[in-house]
């Protein structure tokens, strides 16, 4: 284990390649991030008690306990650290794990610099503290302040990512936000038409709100993009 003493960011680096560890040792030291690096899920747990880091780079692939239960036990224990999962499978049932266990963003290998140092810039600004604040579509309300959402008053656990994205619609209530708009506010970076990961942020956040037969308020706008909307009065 390794670690850098910083006054800025402290980033957990949870990789087993040392030549993939100490590069993005040398990328975000040079960004002016301190680190804390990790060869494998135990001493990543350990890391995580003892140097409380302000996010997490976890690659999935990792000895003794993996990644994906890595950040499964960290949500257990109520830890919400940010968490962004590395991973080299690119399938979307294996991305859409890490999002199940509670990580707030994926990406996968090989990745560009420009879009890995985006994704940490969004986890680490979704984490800054907001005044108190209440926003309300339907039965949907966000307690900004608390980072808290309840639907028809039940509490709705969701991620870092997912709160992001759904403030960002309620924030502009009937509006049609674009893709490339919601990459750019929620990550810092357009992605692209190629991209799936805002598909399948939105799919979890809809199972989330959904799951006790409220009616769907996310609308998608083919061709465009995402939209969310209190239901009407009944006819």
Same mark, same amino acid.
């Given at each position: 284990?390794?670690?850098?003493?910083?006054?800025?960011?402290?980033? *957990?680096?949870?990789? &087993?390649?040392?030549?993939? %560890?100490?590069?993005?040792?040398?990328?975000?030291?040079?960004? /002016?991030?301190?680190?804390?690096?990790?060869?494998?899920?135990?001493?990543?747990?350990?890391?995580?008690?003892?140097?409380?880091?302000?996010?997490?780079?976890?690659?999935?692939?990792?000895?003794?306990? &993996? /990644?994906?239960?890595?950040? @499964?036990?960290?949500?257990?224990?109520?830890?919400?650290?940010?968490?962004?999962?590395?991973?080299? %499978?690119?399938?979307?049932? &294996?991305?859409?794990?890490?999002?199940?266990?509670?990580?707030? &963003?994926?990406?996968? $290998?090989?990745?560009?610099?420009?879009?890995?140092?985006?994704?940490? @810039?969004?986890?680490?600004? %979704?984490?800054?503290?907001?005044?108190? !604040?209440?926003?309300?579509?339907?039965?949907?309300?966000?307690?900004?302040? @608390?980072?808290?959402?309840?639907?028809?008053?039940?509490?709705?656990?969701?991620?870092?990512?997912? *709160?992001?994205? *759904?403030?960002?619609?309620?924030?502009?209530?009937?509006?049609?936000?674009?893709?490339?708009?919601?990459?750019?506010?929620?990550?810092?970076?357009?992605?692209?038409?190629?991209? %799936?990961?805002?598909?399948?942020?939105? /799919?979890?956040?809809? @199972? $989330?709100? !959904?799951?006790?037969?409220?009616?769907?308020?996310?609308?998608?706008?083919?061709?465009?993009?995402?939209?969310?909307?209190?239901? /009407?009065?009944?006819?």
């Amino acid at each position: 284990m390794t670690a850098v003493a910083a006054e800025s960011p402290q980033i *957990l680096i949870a990789e &087993d390649d040392p030549e993939i %560890r100490e590069a993005l040792e040398r990328i975000l030291a040079y960004e /002016g991030y301190g680190t804390v690096s990790t060869g494998d899920g135990a001493a990543t747990l350990e890391a995580v008690s003892e140097h409380e880091p302000d996010a997490i780079l976890l690659d999935v692939m990792m000895p003794f306990v &993996d /990644g994906i239960s890595v950040c @499964r036990r960290l949500r257990e224990h109520g830890d919400r650290t940010p968490v962004l999962i590395l991973t080299a %499978r690119h399938s979307v049932q &294996d991305r859409v794990l890490g999002l199940d266990a509670g990580a707030d &963003d994926y990406l996968t $290998k090989p990745f560009e610099l420009e879009e890995l140092l985006a994704r940490v @810039r969004a986890l680490l600004r %979704r984490a800054e503290p907001v005044d108190e !604040e209440v926003a309300a579509v339907g039965p949907i309300h966000l307690d900004v302040r @608390r980072r808290q959402v309840t639907v028809d008053g039940s509490v709705v656990e969701l991620t870092r990512t997912e *709160l992001a994205i *759904l403030e960002l619609l309620m924030r502009n209530e009937g509006i049609v936000l674009e893709r490339s708009t919601i990459y750019d506010r929620v990550w810092g970076y357009d992605f692209g038409d190629s991209s %799936r990961s805002l598909d399948v942020h939105v /799919g979890y956040l809809r @199972r $989330k709100l !959904e799951r006790n037969g409220t009616p769907r308020l996310i609308e998608t706008v083919r061709g465009v993009g995402f939209t969310i909307r209190a239901p /009407g009065p009944p006819s």
